[in-house]
């Protein structure tokens, strides 16, 4: 609230999206960081329009904007790719949108026939409801795919101030239409916090009926504010059309909207309005391992300085950490990385100190590439990070266990969405399908163990958790904060949460039954019973997200596992 009221929002949500970042239908004010990007553009252009009148005159200004939106386009197709997160949520790389606007506004494209003006307008209506069909979540954006609904706003906008009629002025006239633009910009306010408060309420995604209700409400909402907010405050007589009475009664309206939540800030949230069960359940947010911040590196498909071997300086954990000492190293994805804490306490009583080498997205699988189709991306910083950590751990003195874990099921099951794949190749084969995805896993993991067990030093092999649909955490926070029963939240049918993992369970199997020096633990083995798997139980979350094990879920599922003195002196085998 504090940053939307100072236009920075988009600041905000780009600074704390990340791996790890709340689900952005729990973000109730998540919309308002395009209004921060708009609002930055109306602040910073006046003055720059004015400057390059007063510099070079009115003859150049069209040249400038256009020049202006190609920079911006063009950072925002290579940022896409190379800084999403930047690219997404910062005006520099939305700019472009914005001047497309401002080119029409400015004597700088040709009067045109009427005709032409009605093709143009009804060209763009069709690219608008091609982008609305054709665009979704696993497409790069905006970069160049936004130049479909971009260019279709700007040809409807230029052909009407052209056109005499036509469809696109028949459908943009028809009253209901007309209504809904009247209605758009309370309607932008409202339909994100509806929506996410009304999902967050259920706890669940709404069926199709609450959706509908969802969105009728939405609209209800809208119609009151445009009536009674938004139409007053617009008008050019409104509070006696004094300016200066204007700008004080909203810097009065920021200043207490700012209060109220700094209210909130500063109390935590009030915790003293729900239940200590609620409050334990969202605890568990912070039951993680505390060298993720420093040890974790950024993933591979990012633009990143921070994807290279992590500084051996504050990933150390236990006894010989002051030395730079370790005996034990955790090796592979943000699912290694949430090991760790476990780690530690399962070999603190030899003594042995824990080093962390993790990266976010990348499994510890020597040899492979990972490709993600949809943004045509290849890891090839993830085989890089593989390489230099199989060389450190073989080169490692006094080594005695290396702890290999990863979200085996991505890169073996051909991704977790359909709608966007992710395949393993390697120098053997190329080919982008699943069959491939699996052999090249085979092979890459039996390589990262292998590479370990013959310099004679132990490998503890661990499967891949369950993977829920939701956070089991917060939705047992709502379900109490509503009264409604838990149970649900912690119980998952196993067919459908442990199905991918069973290929990936297989291949190690067969890894620890043809090598003496490797030990396995499988946690579809020890958090499921039967035809459930369970997230948590008797008061304790097993999870920190949907596929994320907490340090007490990850102690509990290595809880299994005792040390075989005979075996390297650091072997083992699950109980």
């Known amino acids: 609230m504090i940053y939307t009221t100072l236009f920075a929002s988009n600041f905000y949500f780009w600074s704390t999206a990340g791996y790890f970042a709340e689900a952005s239908e729990t973000l109730p004010l998540l919309h308002t960081w395009s209004l921060a990007v708009e609002e930055q553009f109306y602040l910073l252009f006046p003055p720059v329009l004015l400057l390059v009148l007063r510099l070079i005159g009115a003859r150049w200004l069209a040249v400038v904007l256009l020049v202006g939106a190609g920079v911006s386009l063009a950072a925002s197709a290579w940022g896409v790719f190379a800084v999403p997160r930047l690219t997404f949520y910062l005006l520099p790389t939305r700019a472009w949108e914005l001047l497309i606007g401002s080119l029409i506004a ?84 409202w339909h994100w916090p509806v929506l996410v408060f009304g999902r967050l309420y259920l706890g669940r995604s709404p069926s199709a009926a609450e959706a509908v209700a969802l969105v009728a409400l939405s609209f209800a ?13 617009r008008g050019a007589n409104s509070l006696g059309g004094r ?56 993933s591979p498909f990012s633009f990143s300085a921070r994807q290279k071997l992590p500084p051996i300086e504050g990933c150390l954990a236990g006894p010989g950490a002051a030395g730079q000492r370790y005996e034990v190293v955790v090796w592979g994805d943000s699912q290694a990385d949430s090991l760790v804490p476990a780690v530690v306490d399962m070999v603190a009583a030899r003594g042995w100190t824990v080093r962390e080498i993790a990266m976010e997205g990348c499994p510890p699988l020597i040899g492979a590439d990972l490709v993600v189709v949809k943004q045509d991306l290849r890891g090839d910083r993830c085989k890089q990070f593989n390489t230099q950590a199989i060389e450190m751990i073989r080169n490692s003195p006094g080594l005695k266990l290396v702890v290999v874990a990863g979200r085996w099921s991505v890169w073996s099951e051909g991704g977790s969405v359909p709608a966007d794949p992710r395949y393993s190749v390697d120098e053997i084969s190329g080919v982008r399908s699943l069959d491939n995805s699996r052999r090249v896993f085979a092979r890459s993991l039996e390589a990262s163990v292998r590479q370990i067990t013959e310099t004679g030093v132990a490998v503890l092999l661990m499967g891949q958790v369950p993977e829920y649909e939701h956070s089991p955490w917060r939705c047992a926070a709502y379900a109490r904060l509503r009264g409604h029963p838990v149970d649900a939240c912690k119980i998952g049918e196993r067919n459908v949460v442990a199905a991918p993992m069973q290929y990936s369970n297989t291949i190690i199997r067969q890894l620890a039954k043809d090598d003496p020096l490797v030990s396995i633990v499988l946690p579809t083995e020890v958090l499921c019973e039967g035809e459930r798997c369970y997230s948590g139980r008797d008061g304790i979350f097993y999870y920190i997200n949907a596929n994320h094990l907490t340090s007490s879920g990850a102690r509990h599922v290595l809880s299994v596992f005792t040390f075989d003195p005979k075996v390297g002196g650091a072997g083992g085998s699950p109980n």
């Open 106 to 189: 400015v004597p700088f494209l040709p009067k045109i026939p009427a005709r032409l003006g009605s093709a143009l307008a009804a060209s763009g209506l069709v690219m608008i409801a091609a982008a609305i069909l054709t665009i979704d979540g696993t497409m790069p954006f905006p970069g160049i795919t936004a130049l479909l609904p971009c260019i279709g706003a700007g040809l409807v906008i230029y052909g009407g101030m052209w056109s005499s009629g036509g469809l696109a002025k028949s459908v943009l006239e028809w009253a209901p239409v007309v209504y809904v633009g009247r209605l758009s910009y309370s309607l932008y306010l």
């Open 243 to 298: 300016p200066w009475l204007r700008l004080g009664a909203g810097a009065g309206l920021i200043a207490v909207t700012s209060a109220v939540a700094l209210t909130f800030t500063l109390n935590h949230g009030l915790p003293g309005r729900v239940s200590q069960e609620t409050l334990t359940a969202e605890a568990v947010r912070w039951d993680r391992n505390a060298l993720r911040q420093r040890c974790l590196v950024d």
């Open 221 to 233: 909402l809208a119609a009151f504010s445009l009536r009674f907010v938004e139409a007053p405050f």
